[in-house]
């Protein structure tokens, strides 16, 4: 009978229903995600009349409860809890902007058994929860205990023939029972240790993490000078995905063990945290000058140069490094996070540093991109782009064959914004779509008014569009094409598309699925820019590319003495033995017109001949180019 009873008692034990009271909805949503997620039962309540139905319903173990509620505030919520025989014995925690120590006084007065001042940290307040359902599940053992404890005794009376063995027995079942008691106890401490320390620090290194660095941050900034180092680490993700992930895990221990061996010294005033997944923060307090911080950057280059030896591998790795020199002007470490962030990202746009201090020029930079980005969607919207058209033209017969597409903004109020400054932007937000396939739209449509104009007289001219490697990675690319070329009805044989050289190397299996469908449809096909990528001539003949650009900076330097004129022949004789043609970009003078058409090149673009046109100018040099050569069907393949 007895074992039934402490079965039956022991199911009561669970401790999970929490009920949370604050009238501010956000404060209750994230609450109750992060105590169900924690594995609670949880219910809200908006005021205090509120709480009271819901408490009546069913008692919880648990209530959060707000102070600064209308109509009923926390205080007298808790008043009349306390108040209750029934209710009186639930746990009440006080969760309350009011920060005043008579507003604590108060609360603890009432009967609250703690007090967490908003805003709130989240570890902060499941610790707190879990040490008071701790506590309430202690209390509920001890009151089961007593009961038990109460059976025994009315039994030990019933049998007073065996009163002294019974008080024996008991004795030492209440001795086993304290030592159990003690024991669950101290195993309790110890979780509770674990959990202390896994809320600061990383698991995997060891190292402190980003809680425990922004507490410490908190606590001196604003009070002596610091340095803030955050490395990221390159393709770390590769290294996952490829090795996998314990392998990764491998790695990230012994870059955090070289870090503590040779960063970590016996100056109590560096301090290594492990920030994030692939990142580590190191702190340095009472610097003297930016060039500490820098010293320190160049040693941890340098002794995560050498190789780590991973599954019988040897695994090189980068860093990028963020510096954030901080004075009395940072006052949140998430400031400083986020200006690390900004040095991090102009340290990877840098062919010549690693590392990076951070500096109000990055900050104006990095606003200056933003504002472009603004202004860049308020652009698509208010269709403040044009297109200008560069004539390419025949070096053997002089007759225009076609014309390069070129995207122009000029802003409502700061004038003309040159597509260099703006192209790598839309690049990086997506807006490249958006704006490339306008671009596409625009220039099929004005090769369908020339094509009309031209009444079949000359049917050979070519309009080149410059295709993003945004816009060739999307799956519908190709039905996008094909839409916009049957709704302006083009002669398919005037459209030519012009891709970058990375953009090849960088997506092989994409341009081969997206080149086939392109040469399905005889569309033609030119290499932009040829030689600023990879330089690499053994990948042409896998794709069927039909022209090459030879890049500006090539033919601007055929004047002088260097390697230019060796490259730009031997690009000629490899685009001629693979069959395609080459148009020179940037002539701008006869001597280079004169060497190349020597060398055997074809075509010719720059401002030699014209700058880039409206499309009215276009058509008029187009018209009087057809007039002065007399030449009106010549052949173009680029």
Known sequence: ??????????????????????????????????????????????????????????????????????????????????????????????????DEMFDKVKAFELGAVDYISKPFQIPEVLSRVTNQLSLQNLKKQLIQKNQLLEIEIINRIAAEAEIRQLNFELEQRVIERTLQLRTEIKERQEIQKELEYL????????????????????????????????????????INDSLGRQAGDVLLQM??????????????????????????????????????????????????????????????????????????????PDDIFRDADLAIQK???????????????????????????????????????????????????????????????????????????????????????????????????????????????????????????????????????????????????????????????NNTEIADRIFKQLKARQIQLAIDDFGTGYSSLSYLDRFPVDTLKIDRSFVSRLDEENQASTIVRATLDLAHNLGFNVVAEGVENIRQIEQLKNWGCEFAQGYFYSKPLDRDSAWQFLQENLINTNAIQTKLII
């Open 255 to 332: 870059i955090a063990q070289r870090l503590k061996s040779q960063v970590l010294t016996e100056d109590l005033n560096v301090y290594l945290t492990h920030f994030g997944e692939d990142k580590f923060a190191i702190v340095l307090e009472n610097i003297q000058n930016d060039s500490c911080a820098i010293t320190v950057s160049q040693k941890i280059h340098q002794i995560l140069s050498y190789a780590f030896l991973i599954e019988e591998r040897e695994i090189f790795i980068t860093f990028n490094i963020g510096i954030v020199i901080s004075d009395l002007n940072y006052s949140k």
């Open 347 to 505: 340290a990877k746009s840098s062919t010549n540093h690693y590392y990076q201090v951070f500096d109000a020029t990055i900050k104006n930079n990095t606003l200056e991109i933003l504002e472009l980005e603004t202004d860049l969607r308020i652009a698509l919207k208010n269709q403040e782009f044009h297109l200008n058209y560069q004539p390419i033209i025949s070096f053997n017969t002089g007759t225009i064959v076609g014309f390069e597409t070129l995207v122009r903004w000029n802003h409502p109020q700061k004038g003309f914004i040159s597509p260099a400054k703006f192209i790598p932007v839309a690049e990086q937000t997506n807006l490249i779509l958006s704006l490339g396939m306008w671009i596409l739209q625009q220039a099929c449509q004005q090769i369908r008014i020339w094509q009309d104009r031209l009444n079949r007289q000359y049917i050979d001219f070519t309009v080149s569009v410059n295709i993003s490697g945004k816009q060739f990675e999307q799956e519908d690319f190709i039905e996008q094409l094909d839409q916009i070329i049957a709704d302006t009805g083009i002669n398919i044989k005037h459209l030519k598309l012009e891709i970058t050289e990375t953009l090849l190397m």
């Open 1 to 98: 009978m007895e074992n039934a009873t402490l079965v039956s008692q022991k199911s009561t034990l669970a401790t999970d229903n929490i009920l949370i009271v604050d009238d501010t909805p956000d404060n209750l949503r994230l609450l109750s995600k992060t105590l169900i997620q924690e594995g609670y039962k949880v219910r809200c309540a908006v005021n205090g009349s509120m709480a009271l139905l819901t408490i009546k319903a069913k008692l919880p173990d648990l209530i959060l409860l707000d102070i600064n509620m209308p109509e009923m505030d926390g205080f007298e919520v808790c008043k009349q809890l306390k108040s209750s025989d029934i209710t009186k014995d639930i746990p009440v925690i006080f969760v309350s902007a009011l």
């Open 199 to 238: 809320v600061w620090n990383n698991s995997l290194t060891g190292l402190p993490n980003r809680l425990w660095l922004i507490k410490k941050l908190k606590n001196i900034l604003g009070k002596i000078r610091i340095a803030t180092i955050i490395l990221d680490c390159n393709r770390f993700k590769i």
